[in-house]
């Protein structure tokens, strides 16, 4: 058995809270801070908590990887059952895994390259409505999309009706889970009903009917189909037991949230960097135009167009929607020099690591060219993880970065977005890296591109 040896060093904090003001304050300010001052691994208290914070690309590898069986989830994503439930983000152990393997087979990338005729026909309903000198919160446009997208495609409905309510209903979670996190709401038992909860619980009642009234639709009328909750309410489980009606809505609502929030920020921030870099922006309108020749992106396209992906990989190390996370340590293991009690939280930061200077020359500038040159030594597994990793990785990663370089292709070829002069980012990490009062762009609709003349021995065949 390892020795114990002293805890990793860390701020002293204050008397009972520890160092959770700062965290509440500014989460990714102090996690920097954290990272440059006190190197691979840092130790802090936040009120009772005890948390372990990694800055090391070997180091979260040996954790998620290595010691992936001595962790469960960690308390803050345990606290999303509140709207999630027990769906794959925050269950665990063979239920986790049972449902895991139920919801594989829908986004393996073979299966989801049929959903992306349904992204790029969103997109462009979506651009149909964008006039030239008015401005809109970007931010919004791409939730309101990527919502249509992931009810089409992964539920098997048009959520365009209910997509207020559903948008609603995420928007009061958000603004829950930012109070637990930020305020002295957090501190307070669950039992005591303050407004935010009271409007919580409320949205979740709603959200709850649309859900189960998407279960019921499935059943009755689509039981047949390719999709995931489809395939879900088809299961069996080794007894020959279907999931019931409370493990369907949990499924179907981690699909909400996690298939359209992540995707939607993504292609947001891309919005404002190439906005703030027009090179940038002008050299992914050349590769567009040229590759595209003014017709629909197709999954089959995406290949050629190296400068898009490289935009979409800049973007998610920049602003990384999955900006942390976390696990709790379950039985005592050794890491970095420093024996990880059970009991205890594990931190590793996203947003960090993709800011840290041994893996990314001149981290805080946008930019894509970078995923394009070879590099001198093969960067580390973890030092870039916008999706996780280990056996818990985001299991629609693949679906995810399809879709935003299929929508983003769209928007390219048919608009160009300027965020509103004056306009500053400023960051609301929650759950997700949001920006905090959207994120408004000026429209210009750009002439279509020449469609490319048709191949002379294909008219004669």
């Not at 509140?82 to 087979?105: C, H, N």
């Not at 709603?206 to 689509?222: A, S």
């Amino acid at each position: 058995m390892s020795q114990v040896v002293q805890r990793p060093p860390g701020p002293r904090g204050v008397p009972v809270l520890g160092s959770l003001n700062e965290l509440r304050k500014a989460p990714t300010t102090f996690l920097l801070e954290l990272a440059n001052t006190y190197g691979p691994i840092a130790y802090a208290r936040f009120g009772p908590t005890s948390v372990y914070i990694i800055n090391d690309a070997a180091l979260i590898e040996e954790l998620l990887v290595g010691k992936h069986r001595d962790c469960i989830k960690d308390l803050g994503t345990r606290e999303l059952v509140a709207l999630v439930g027990t769906g794959l983000i925050t269950s665990e152990g063979d239920f986790w895994r049972r449902q895991r393997k139920l919801a594989a087979p829908p986004l393996q990338p073979k299966r989801i390259a049929g959903y992306a005729q349904v992204m790029v026909d969103c997109a462009e309903r979506m651009l149909a409505g964008f006039r030239d000198d008015e401005v809109r919160d970007i931010h919004l446009d791409m939730t309101q999309v990527t919502l249509e997208i992931v009810g089409r495609t992964l539920l098997g409905i048009d959520p365009r009706r209910d997509a207020e309510h559903i948008r609603h209903a995420l928007e009061r979670a958000m603004e829950y889970f930012d109070k637990q996190l930020r305020t002295i709401q957090g501190l307070l038992p669950l039992w005591v009903p303050t407004p935010d909860r009271i409007r919580f619980r409320k949205a979740m009642v709603e959200l709850d009917r649309i859900v189960y009234r998407m279960i019921d639709h499935c059943r009755n009328h689509d039981a047949d189909a390719e999709h995931l909750l489809a395939r879900l309410l088809l299961a069996r489980d080794d007894n020959d037991q279907p999931m019931t009606d409370k493990q369907l809505r949990d499924e179907a609502i981690t699909m909400l949230l996690a298939g359209h929030e992540t995707t939607a920020l993504t292609l947001s921030y891309a919005t404002y960097l190439l906005s703030e870099n027009p090179p940038c922006a002008a050299r992914l309108r050349a590769e567009i135009d040229s590759e595209l020749s003014g017709k629909s992106a197709r999954v089959e396209d995406l290949p050629k167009l190296r400068y898009l992906d490289a935009v979409v990989k800049e973007t998610l190390r920049l602003y990384p929607p999955a900006y942390a996370m976390g696990r709790e340590v379950v039985r005592d293991f050794e890491l970095g020099g420093y024996t990880l009690p059970a009991g205890n939280q594990v931190m590793m930061s996203q947003y960090v690591m993709h800011r840290d200077a041994r893996y990314f020359p001149q981290p805080e500038r946008f930019v894509p060219e970078r995923w394009l040159e070879p590099r001198s030594e093969p960067l580390p597994r973890f030092a870039y993880f916008p999706f996780g990793g280990g056996p818990r990785t985001c299991i629609g990663n693949h679906y995810a970065q399809m879709e935003a370089a299929l929508v983003l292709a769209t928007m390219t070829q048919q608009v160009e977005l300027r965020v509103v002069p004056g306009y500053k980012l400023q960051l609301a990490p929650i759950v997700t890296l949001r920006p905090l009062r959207g994120l408004p762009v000026l429209v210009r609709r750009r002439k279509p591109a020449v469609r490319a003349a048709p191949d002379a021995a294909a008219l004669s065949a």
